[in-house]
């Protein structure tokens, strides 16, 4: 339920930000999911994991760096603003912290290399949020933002993961979508 909600709420503010494109720019949006683990380092976490289609078959994989734009688990990923109570679901809330970075995706020997979308100015953001009632279980949102092949002046490949965590020692965590 905790993931449907936040994939609801993602899922809105993404068309929204995305239905003020021009309607000529082509715009990739693409869901991944995988599993694999987050760990801890400096100002952030390296990320990394097979990614798989919806028969359970690995696509490709994810590697790359997510710093932390926000720290304290403080913030509201759509509105910017420092909030406790940033989602509904689950009771009591979450908190998150935004992510920023930079991931490359390989689908079968193709690569996509990726900015990590950290923008906390009232758009969507990537977080890692913390379920205020459980302090080992936190959700990933991730928009990898990609120009790697769009043409220049093109709209970018956009890659979203939506993913559980669950911490699993104080720096490793495993994410699963």
Known sequence: MKKRIITIVVAA?????????????????????GS??????????IITGPLRDADG?????????LSEQTTGFNSCPFTGTTS????????????????????????????YDAQVNGNANGHFASVLCKDTNDPTSYG??????STSHVPPGEFPDIFLLNAGVHQISPTVFKWSS
């Open 13 to 33: 503010a993404v068309l929204l930000t995305l239905s003020t494109a021009s309607t000529a720019d082509a715009i990739g949006l693409f869901g991944v999911s």
């Open 36 to 45: 694999g683990v987050l760990v801890r380092h400096d100002d952030g976490y």
């Open 57 to 65: 078959q690995v696509v490709g994989t994810l590697h790359g760096t």
């Open 84 to 111: 406790a109570l940033c989602f509904p679901e689950p009771p009591g809330g979450w908190t998150c912290n935004l992510l920023g970075g930079d991931t490359t995706l390989n689908f079968r020997g193709t690569i």
């Open 140 to 145: 990933l949102t991730i928009f990898m933002w």
